[in-house]
């Protein structure tokens, strides 16, 4: 099931990285901020209680005059829009009621998506209280008055906006259907590999209903399984900013990774790999999808005996954090390879799903222990007692150890390598967590 996606909305100086600051820090958990995804955090995992969701900044905006602060602000609230689930509209309660503000609230009145509108910089409910009526000529809702900076009011619009998260989401898991997000930069090709899956004449099996983001989802059957790949190509920004182009990928990247179980990130060999390819997988590697790297015209490539090798390795060395992802050398013009997209695609599932027996986790934990002494602090050795599988998609371990601070990331890297060498788990990402176990439990 797939997390909703609440975006925040509003003109520049009206506080919107404040808020995201204070809904992504102190109010509420951050599950996880993705490590060099982008210099400025544009997005955060959260929950607020028992509900969770991605919060979206889509701040950064510094234009030169109105018209550009317009048209830009159009574009923000476009991706806004086609993006999210929720979106929190945020105005200046000092600045008051301006025309930029009535334009992007009629855009979003017409969007028909759940808009949660914030009165920011309301320090003082005595003094600024009675301004706060003034938004409701808006006509996008009841203002939520809060004060980003003081943390005041966090509470009620974080109410409000979990009052609009679907309760559909039983439905959502008996689709056993496997979805694939196809993502990576602009013009690598990923809707040309839809349309070469989906054959010349584009045979869609079903278009899905109710497709409410900018990314389409086909349904293709291949060998009698049905497959439902997202395309983010919908990602064609006129924008000429480098940085802006970027942060509306990684908003788009986000919203069709989150929906996916296995995500097909697209390389351009004529380009090889780049950072900002490496910022895509990384989006992809903290969720705990199930990864596929497909090298995209090939075909165009001048190539000796060593070429694969040699670019192979260039990728293993950018995405060095996921080794365990599969890779595939394919051409969307010639169709050479694509085929086997799909016997991957079925490989990464199983692997995905695979449950290790307890008690053959544990024969494989002992052998490593023995094999590699556990690290030790002051005279205080690590003591590995007990290992079991919690969880699938991604496969999920717990450990139970005598202290979580001696467990250093490279012991659990190295009986990660040992659980993949006696079982593959190619393609799928591994989760441990470390558990202490006190002396009347063991």
Not at 401 to 423: C, G, P, Q
Request: net charge neutral.
């Amino acid at each position: 099931m797939s997390k909703p996606i609440v975006a925040i909305v509003g003109r520049p100086n009206v506080g919107k990285s404040t808020l995201f600051n204070a809904l992504a820090g102190e109010n509420i958990s951050i599950v996880k901020d993705t490590p060099g995804v982008t210099r400025d955090r544009i997005y955060a995992d959260c929950t607020w209680l028992d509900k969770k969701f991605t919060l979206i900044d889509t701040g950064g905006i510094e234009p030169d005059s109105k018209d550009i602060i317009l048209s830009q602000m159009r574009e923000q609230a476009e991706i806004a829009i086609a993006t999210a689930d929720v979106i929190v509209f945020i105005v200046d309660v000092r600045q008051g009621l301006v025309d930029a503000d009535s334009k992007v609230a009629d855009m979003l009145r017409r969007s028909r998506k759940p808009v949660v509108l914030v009165v920011n910089k309301v320090d003082s409910f005595a003094k600024y209280g009675n301004d706060v009526y003034e938004f409701y000529n808006l006509g996008i809702g009841e203002p939520v008055p809060v004060s980003a900076a003081s943390r005041l009011g966090i509470g009620d619009l974080l109410e409000e906006v979990c009052r609009h998260f679907s309760d559909d989401a039983e439905g959502e898991e008996e689709d056993e259907r496997p979805r694939i997000a196809i993502v990576g930069k602009p013009n690598v090709g990923k809707s040309s590999i839809i349309n070469r899956l989906t054959g010349e004449n584009r045979v869609i099996v079903s278009d899905i209903a109710g497709t409410t983001r900018d990314a389409i989802d086909t349904s293709i059957v291949h060998n009698g399984t049905e497959y439902v790949f997202i395309d983010t190509a919908g990602l064609r920004r006129k924008n000429k900013i480098k940085e802006e182009l970027e942060r509306y990928s990684i908003i788009r990247t986000v919203a069709a990774v989150e929906r996916a179980d296995i995500v097909v990130i697209v390389i351009d060999a004529t380009e090889g790999v780049t950072e900002q390819d490496a910022k895509i997988a990384g989006i992809a590697h903290d969720r705990g999808k199930g990864m596929i790297i497909a090298v995209n015209k090939w075909d165009a490539i001048e190539k000796n005996d060593k070429t694969i090798y040699e670019f192979t390795k260039k990728i293993k060395d950018t995405l060095s954090f996921m080794p365990y992802a599969e890779m595939l050398f394919i051409s969307a013009v010639t169709g050479q390879r694509l085929e086997k997209l799909y016997d991957l695609i079925d490989m990464v599932r199983e692997n995905q799903n695979l449950r290790v027996a307890t008690g053959v986790l544990n024969e494989i934990m002992t052998e490593a222990v023995a094999l590699q002494q556990p690290p030790s602090d002051k005279g205080k050795r690590l003591k590995l007692y007990y290992i079991t599988q919690v969880a699938v998609k991604p496969p999920t371990f717990v450990i139970f150890v005598n202290d979580k601070e001696l467990m250093h990331f490279s012991y659990t890297r190295y009986i990660e390598n040992k659980i993949r060498e006696a079982f593959g788990f190619r393609g799928t990402s591994l989760r441990f967590i470390i558990r202490e176990r006190t002396g009347k439990e063991r």
